[in-house]
């Protein structure tokens, strides 16, 4: 039998997106499954969002830096834009209200996944698991705190050009990293986007998007588009082998607190790919067990453009032409906003 049902409309009025969901469960118990399994589902956006927030000033006020000069709060020996503090001589963002923070910079590498054995090799070879950050230049024009690096391997002569634009949004900060290769890259890249880190207390993770578990390029089809809360460490994927896992993909916006809420939140422009960790690729790099996994006093997050999709290489075909990663000019936007929490 098909059915005709009347769609809902949104619960609610306004310019956020909004998604339909379907879902057909068992009525009954099964041989094979209780009353209530869920057997299929699908899923469509009746809302498109009405665009990304404007910049306005927040309780921090647009405090730019000026132009050929100390910020305002000079006395503390940092630049200020809005909530963030950064390093006056690297430009680093080192800290979002009261959170510190282990500068954004601009990642490239993955701890390599079964799949990936006929191409980390490359990866390797061509150095992508030990780039090097070169600052180039930091400058002011009023409104952007502009950082230029590039970040390559040594001994070679391929490399990233990577120009991070700060100012201020509201009571955030909006990021936008563009990035330029130099040299040939005749491989895929294993991904693409911003590595930093916050305080391990930031341990509970929110995010809008992908879940509730981890979805790549060419594997999210199973994932739908809803709020999802977890633990960092329940975001992990335990494989045998210790290896790239837990991204969520097509995130609009995710958050990292402590129990009381406070922390950081991170907004996509439009979307991301989102990872939080107790260790780095690094650490997943090195290990060949699960036991040989030791959580840092840090969560590690990826906020990726891209990935390089995941294939089948282990026992079949590699990653289809539209999943690869190729090296190209990019461009990636994303806020970062500190978020007060409950008052004790």
Do not use: K
Request: overall charge neutral; charged content about 20%; proline content about 10%.
């Amino acid at each position: 039998a098909s059915p005709s049902l009347a769609s809902p409309g949104p619960a609610s009025p306004g310019p956020a997106e909004a998604f339909l969901t379907v879902s057909a469960v068992l009525a009954g118990d099964e041989p094979w499954a209780p009353a209530g399994h869920e057997v299929a589902w699908g899923q469509a956006r009746v809302r498109q969002a009405a665009g990304i927030r404007m910049r306005v000033a927040g309780p921090w006020g647009d405090q730019a830096v000026p132009a050929g000069g100390r910020p305002a709060s000079a006395s503390s020996g940092e630049y200020r834009l809005g909530p963030a503090a950064f390093d006056p001589t690297t430009g680093r963002l080192v800290r979002l209200g009261d959170i510190p923070v282990d500068h954004p910079r601009l990642d490239l590498w993955r701890a390599p996944i079964d799949n990936d054995r006929f191409i980390h090799g490359e990866w390797r070879r061509h150095g992508l698991h030990r780039l090097r950050h070169r600052l180039i230049d930091v400058d002011t024009d009023g409104e952007h705190l502009v950082v230029r690096t590039r970040v390559a391997p040594a001994a070679l002569d391929l490399g990233m050009l990577a120009t991070y634009r700060w100012c201020a949004e509201g009571d955030g900060v909006l990021l936008t990293l563009e990035v330029l290769p130099q040299g040939e890259w005749p491989f895929p890249l294993p991904r693409l986007g911003l590595r930093l880190a916050v305080p391990a207390a930031l341990r509970r993770a929110e995010w809008f998007g992908r879940g509730p578990g981890e979805a790549y390029a060419d594997s999210w089809q199973a994932a739908r588009i809803g709020r999802y809360a977890m633990t960092v460490e329940e975001m992990q994927t335990p494989y045998a082998f210790p290896q790239e896992n837990g991204c969520r993909a097509e995130v609009r916006w995710a958050t990292l607190t402590r129990p009381n809420g406070s922390g950081v939140r991170f907004e996509g422009r439009p979307v991301f790919g989102f990872t939080a960790r107790p260790w780095t690729s690094e650490d997943l790099d090195a290990a060949r067990h699960q036991v040989d996994l030791v959580p840092r006093d840090a969560v590690h997050v990826n906020l990726d453009l891209a990935q390089h999709g995941l294939g089948s290489g282990s026992c079949g075909p590699g990653v289809l032409p539209q999943y690869e990663l190729r090296a190209a000019p990019a461009t990636f936007r994303a806020a970062m906003r500190p978020l007060g929490g409950a008052p004790a």
